[in-house]
Nanobody, 118 residues
């Protein structure tokens, strides 16, 4: 069982930055992949970013809507994944959820609200 706790959301003006954190209860070394998705009212859930590890290399993938603005990373020593969000836009407003995939099971955090004002 993996418990995930997100933090770092909030209200920011357009063009600003936020960094989301996702603290995992288990050692993320054994987690196959971690990532973030978001859910905005009236919109489909969107997978924002994922990070997987192959040996000593991390592989990151991003939705087209956030490429060049968001960066996902993970710190194995702190059991934490991060989502650095720069140049935020009002359309980035959503609840952001962290997820972790361990073998065939996906765990999800409780979500953190990100609101970007114009």
């Amino acid at each position: 069982q993996v418990q995930l706790v997100e933090s770092g959301g909030g209200l920011v003006q357009a063009g600003g930055s936020l960094r989301l954190s996702c603290a995992a209860s288990a050692g993320i070394f054994n987690i196959n992949a971690m990532g973030w998705y978001r859910q905005a009212p009236g919109k489909q859930r969107e997978l924002v970013a994922t990070i997987t590890s192959g040996g000593s290399t991390n592989y990151a993938n991003y939705a087209d809507s956030v490429k060049g603005r968001f960066t996902i990373s993970r710190d194995f020593a702190k059991n934490t994944a991060y989502l650095q969000m720069n140049s935020l836009k009002p359309e980035d407003t959503a609840v952001y959820f962290c997820y972790a995939k361990l073998d065939s099971t996906i765990f999800r955090g409780q979500g953190t609200q990100v609101t970007v004002s114009s």
